[in-house]
């Protein structure tokens, strides 16, 4: 019975081994061999999973002396070469199906032999011109007491401006940068001007050359572990050429992106001082979360770089994952009160170039709204339609048993059917979509799908026993227009017939457990191979779908939570840019889609993907049920959440 049962074992270990192959070989174009070689490729055991240079290491050399470890940035596989044949071998019999426990997690790894490892060493990146990091520019009594300094408490009749933006905080003082126009009311200082601890420091940054004047603004943002910021460059009217920026609290990775595709990222060691000047300070951009943002761990050199050494994450041999803490940011700045006249015009908004666009406004009319869905909703999924299909592959769980309980030959409507991923569940099921590119591949795909819009379906009143609606109405941009689709599907529906509705959540943590899509955070959104898990290749990506089946229920919550402390309302309206796999902080926002070009262009600038943004409305806890209850002739027979989408099952009466 043991021998039987380690039998077993061994062959499901054998089955996951050789689908990690294979999907190598399709997705990463890497070849295994199953002849012994002094090289392995380590499936799930990379740096894009959470895998860091000292855990993998540590297993490799009981196995045998390690001559290389390569692993690839936000790569979910790593390469080992051992000085002999013997290492690899004992590595491949006792690694193959072990778990590899990293941090809080636990990582089961699948080796096979390679001939050779063929990733190229990518060379370093020079630093932004006019860059500079000084480690070790306060003290750990001077770091104290600056974070000492900060209020975070609101307060009534608070002489500085706080606010909660993209799940960080923010103070500033002296003067108030405003988001929503990306710059500075010059004529509106501030009554705090900066904390007195604040000017031994920016002295001693005098003293030292790295500035000629003393500025007069400073920003305070505190970031949490899985925190950071879109790429940005500081808007060149309102501030003077020199930033200042020390890093305390916890290192991170800054990012800095030249137009033309260059990117070079700098490690900032607590208590480090940060120089932006020249260049660096107005042409390159500026991001927190190397390439992935938010998350918990930084991408860092193994080894210590030498002072003033760029830090490149491309391809090199040396890089680890450092765990992130809390990070607070000192930005120092100067106003600035005459035009910029600074050598990069293009990038200057003083200069005739165009100033950041703050984003569309949320609809006043319904003109209006029909606008923003037809530029945001329905252009957008027309462009992107045949790699969003590639994107969609599973049917949630949920989704295909409400499908399959209904009668055979029951009359069903897919509104909103996509890529017609829920056609092939029910035979009965016919499908319509705004989307003329995504009809056509149903199509193609051998369905039966029309092209019309959610709010006007060409059936027949009350001709259909069920109906879906999965991943639509969150993207009306109106209560108004939310309600005339729930109507328009009870519409559809024969007496007693029912309607499936998915929206997604607001809450993308519900019952202490957070949604796939938050825990997807080594994975952009460019619908790419997941990095997360090497298997798991047909995982869901870039809206609010999900594959999981929870056993989270909704019970008795008819009624909009008005818990919505430390939600942030955008300034004047105006929709602000979600940043993908973190907490949602408004209702209304637009969401990137990153869509892949040519295979002959990402080599040449792999960073560069065409970026489109798609409106969502995400729904609060109850909003859904309230929203079905206004509809008469309905009743809402049960709901529940479903990995990071509110979910109702409509009867009508």
């Not at 509106?188 to 003293?207: F, N, S, T, W």
């Not at 602000?576 to 262009?601: C, E, M, Y």
Request: proline residues 6%; charged residues 25%.
């Amino acid at each position: 019975l043991e021998k039987s049962r380690k039998s077993k074992e061994e062959k499901k270990v054998l089955r996951k081994q050789l689908k990690a192959s294979h999907t190598l070989l399709k997705h990463e174009g890497v070849c295994t061999t199953p002849q012994p070689t002094k090289s392995l490729v380590i499936a799930n055991g990379g740096l894009g999973n959470g895998v860091s240079r000292e855990e993998l290491t540590a297993a490799l050399q009981e196995m045998g002396e390690v001559e290389k470890l390569l692993m690839p940035p936000h790569k979910p596989y790593a390469f080992v070469t051992f000085r002999s044949e013997d290492g690899a071998r004992k590595a491949h019999a006792n690694l193959n199906g072990w778990k590899l426990q990293c941090g809080e997690s636990s990582i089961t790894l699948y080796l096979s032999y390679v001939d050779s490892v063929k990733c190229k060493e990518a060379a370093s990146v020079p630093l932004p011109e006019g860059l500079a990091l000084v480690e070790h520019f306060v003290s750990p009594e001077e770091e104290a007491q600056l974070l000492n300094v900060i209020d975070w408490s609101p307060t009534q009749g608070d002489v500085t401006a706080q606010k909660s933006l993209k799940h960080r905080r923010v103070k500033h003082y002296g003067f108030e940068f405003r988001y929503d126009i990306n710059n500075v009311d010059k004529d509106k200082p501030l009554a705090a001007g900066l904390p007195d601890e604040c000017v031994p420091i920016l002295q001693r940054c005098v003293e030292q050359g790295h500035t000629n004047v003393l500025p007069d603004q400073l920003t305070v943002n505190q970031y949490e572990s899985g925190q950071g910021i879109p790429p940005h460059v500081d808007t060149h009217s309102a501030f003077e050429d020199t930033i200042l920026s020390l890093s305390l609290g916890a290192k991170t990775v800054m990012e800095f992106r030249h137009p033309d595709g260059r990117v070079a990222a700098v490690v900032l060691p607590e208590r480090s001082l940060l120089v932006m000047k020249g260049e660096s300070r107005y042409l390159w951009s500026v991001v927190f979360c190397v390439r992935i943002t938010p998350r918990k761990v930084d991408m860092v050199p193994a080894e210590a770089p030498r002072a003033g050494a760029p830090t490149e994450p491309g391809i090199q041999s040396n890089l680890t994952l450092s765990r992130r803490g809390t990070r607070t940011s000192f930005t120092f700045r100067k106003i600035r009160h005459e035009p910029c006249r600074c050598a990069f015009p293009s990038a200057c908004d003083s200069q005739g170039a165009p100033s950041p666009s703050p984003g569309p406004s949320l609809p006043s009319c319904p003109a209006d709204a029909a606008r923003l869905e037809e530029e945001y909703v329905h252009r957008v999924y027309s462009t992107i339609a045949s790699h969003f299909s590639d994107t969609r592959h599973t049917p949630w769980p949920r989704v295909c048993h409400f499908l399959s309980s209904l009668p055979s030959g029951s009359v069903l409507a897919d509104v909103g059917c996509g890529n017609g991923k829920y056609l092939g569940v029910n035979a009965d099921l016919v499908g319509c979509d705004r989307s003329t590119a995504l009809v056509q591949i149903c199509a193609a795909r051998g369905y039966h799908a029309f092209v019309s819009d959610a709010l006007s379906v060409p059936l027949r009143t009350a001709s259909c026993d069920a109906c879906i609606s999965i991943a639509v109405i969150h993207h009306f941009s109106t209560a108004e227009r939310r309600l005339a689709a729930v109507k328009e599907l009870v519409r559809l529906l024969k007496p007693g017939g029912q309607a499936l509705i998915y929206v997604w959540a607001f809450e993308q943590e519900y019952n202490k457990q957070k949604s796939k899509y938050l825990k997807q955070i080594f994975k952009e959104d460019h619908g790419e191979f997941s990095s997360t898990n090497l298997l798991s290749e047909k995982s869901q990506k870039s809206s609010g779908e999900q594959i999981s089946d929870p056993s989270c229920h909704l019970e008795n919550s008819h009624k909009p939570s008005d818990n919505m402390q430390g939600v942030s309302r955008v300034p004047d309206a105006h929709l602000s840019v979600h940043t993908n796999r973190t907490a949602f902080i408004s209702q209304d926002l637009l969401v990137p889609w990153h869509l892949k070009g040519g295979k002959s262009q990402q080599e040449e600038n792999p960073d560069l993907f065409p970026v489109f943004h798609r409106y969502y409305h995400v729904f609060q806890q109850g909003e859904l049920e309230h929203l079905c209850a206004q509809v008469s002739g309905v009743k809402v027979k049960s709901s529940y959440h479903d990995q990071g989408n509110w979910c109702v099952v409509l009867q009508k009466e």
